[in-house]
């Protein structure tokens, strides 16, 4: 085998005899060790709905790599997984978890002198890690996703993973028992995959794929189908090629290739979340991608796609009609070269114009997402406008303020929000939280308890791809960094004008800036959040560690 492979150089000749004898020690052969080493960088664990089917996907990666030529090796990341973590202490682990994902592909890769990787990812944080990890050690990539999850149904509706979490606020304003509500909790999930909204991790894995990081259809092809099998073995065969011709992933992620991924994740009325992951993945990448790009290019992308919950199309409508490829192909005249690609757009136009619509029909001429500023948020907090109700697009109304979600969600669900108040939810940041938790369960509060139309909800939190509403999130600077979210009284003024993209407190600026801050509830003494509480930088960098 050629001396020019990182893993000929680490374990062939008589000098690397010791390493080869614990390979021996696997039962690996020496033609085994001989050929291209490819490492399968696995999300599969036993815990969640997006990782429990992949070891089947990996074996048919691993058997795509085999009969290329190379020798395929695992090994796992893991995935601490928003869904079972939400509204609790456990969501503060959650994001913290994408730069261990990073740090465990960077040290496992170079430590084991890999020459590929393919990446099977599942779960919010763990595209974004796998991606960030692989440009570390810039080598030949090819990326696979879970999959997406058909709708469930309960009394002849499509329900998913967000309306269980909007149908507690209707358990607890007496509309639905608890009998409905397990029934339906039963219903939404008819198999395993990363569900059937726009979710984070969803709306990743479609960046994922507009970025060229895999093969066409996988960012949304259902999991555990026929197809998503074929495109794994295809992705292994793939990335031999890859290694062949010398592309490696940071050939492939450009500033023009991570601009191109929010414009399509911004027509399909995406994830908050991507605000949050592609500035972190730019950085990996050694170049900016900042908020000020992200609300220019929010503002020249018409949304072609209600994506779930912003509309009723779910992932695997999406697919069916087109998917990522005819999105790319309906914005071709907005889109930046991106020569260098896993795999070219196949240039296919919808098959179903009233899921992917076309640039004339658009649903607006604007993205889903848009960036705030204003006295609340000088730096910028992000919404998604796309799922937010007409008459809360420009209001003005009174702060309940709160330190914390849980606080939140007592209040809401007990009573005690009234129509036109804004809910203030702070030291949620990366900082503060630590660890940056989702504020989904008291966005999902409000609308389970028929507030959706009439309040707010801002924080300097972040919000699940699963929200929707008037919610925004990520104000910068957050509580902890001195902004003046942490300054806000219970009774100010906040000032949304959602289309002119403002976000306001009506408040003196040398009266708000002479208020004591407000203090987190909670600061770790040690561990893991200490650590990223001390290191972290602010939502609008991506959230990276300084």
């Not at 810039?138 to 696979?144: I, M, N, S």
């Not at 495109?231 to 065969?237: E, T």
């Not at 330190?403 to 702070?426: F, K, L, M, N, W």
Request: charged share 20%; proline share 5%; aromatic share 6%.
């Amino acid at each position: 085998m050629t001396t020019t492979l990182r893993s000929a150089e680490r374990y062939q000749g008589p000098d690397r005899a010791f390493a080869r004898a614990w390979w021996y020690g696997t039962g690996r052969t020496f033609d085994e060790i001989d050929r291209p080493l490819i490492a399968v960088v696995n999300a599969w664990n036993e815990i969640a709905d997006e990782n429990v089917h992949l070891d089947r996907v990996s074996r048919r990666v691993k058997d795509g790599i085999i009969s290329a030529g190379g020798t395929p090796m695992e090994f796992n990341v893991i995935h601490a997984t928003d869904v079972l973590s939400e509204a609790s202490a456990g969501m503060r682990y959650v994001l913290p978890a994408r730069e261990t994902i990073a740090d465990s592909v960077e040290i496992m890769i170079e430590a084991h002198a890999f020459d590929a990787m393919v990446i099977i990812a599942g779960g919010d944080k763990v595209t974004p890690g796998m991606i960030m990890g692989a440009l570390r050690v810039d080598l030949p990539t090819v990326y696979v996703y879970t999959g997406t999850t058909e709708v469930g149904r309960y009394e002849g509706e499509a329900v998913s993973w967000e309306t269980v979490f909007e149908a507690i606020g209707r358990f607890h304003d007496g509309q639905i028992t608890e009998a409905q509500l397990e029934e339906l909790t039963l219903a939404q999930m008819p198999s395993s995959g990363g569900g059937a909204s726009a979710y984070t991790g969803n709306t990743m894995a479609l960046c994922a794929e507009v970025m060229g990081l895999g093969l066409p259809g996988v960012g949304s092809v259902v999991a555990g189908s026929a197809e998503q099998l074929r495109l794994a073995f295809d992705s292994g065969v793939r990335v031999m090629q890859a290694l062949a011709e010398g592309t490696r992933i940071g050939d492939i992620v450009t500033p023009q290739a991570v601009r191109n991924a929010a414009r399509v994740a911004l027509a399909v009325c995406g994830s908050t979340n991507i605000s949050l992951h592609l500035p972190a993945i730019a950085h990996e990448a050694g170049f900016e991608f900042s908020w000020e790009q992200f609300d220019r290019l929010a503002l020249e992308t018409p949304t072609l796609v209600k994506l779930r919950p912003s509309g009723e199309v779910s992932l695997p409508e999406f697919h069916r009609a087109g998917g990522v490829q005819s999105v790319l192909h309906a914005l071709a005249g907005q889109l930046e070269p991106t020569p260098v690609r896993i795999s070219q757009p196949t240039g296919m136009p919808a098959v179903d114009a009233d899921v992917i619509r076309s640039v004339d029909s658009a649903h607006s001429a604007t993205g889903g997402l848009r960036v705030l500023r204003g006295s609340l948020a000088p730096e910028g907090a992000i919404v998604k406008i796309g799922g937010v109700p007409e008459a809360l697009l420009s209001h003005e109304g009174p702060a309940r303020v709160f330190e914390d979600e849980e606080t939140a969600i007592t209040a809401i669900h007990g009573g005690s929000i009234q129509p036109g108040d804004v809910v203030v939810i702070r030291n949620e940041g990366p900082r503060g939280g630590p660890g940056f938790r989702e504020m989904l369960g008291a966005t999902a509060a409000i609308v389970g308890m028929g507030l959706a139309e009439t309040v707010a909800l801002v924080t300097d939190g972040r919000f699940s791809g699963a929200s929707h509403g008037a919610a925004i999130g990520y104000a910068c600077p957050e509580a902890a960094a001195g902004g003046p979210i942490g300054r806000v009284r219970d009774g100010d003024i906040i000032v949304l004008d959602l289309h002119n993209g403002i976000l306001d407190v009506r408040v003196d600026a040398d009266e708000l800036a002479a208020r004591p801050a407000a203090e987190p509830l909670w600061k770790p003494t040690g561990g893991v959040l200490a650590r990223y509480a001390r290191t972290v930088s602010g939502a609008s960098k991506g959230a990276v560690l300084n």
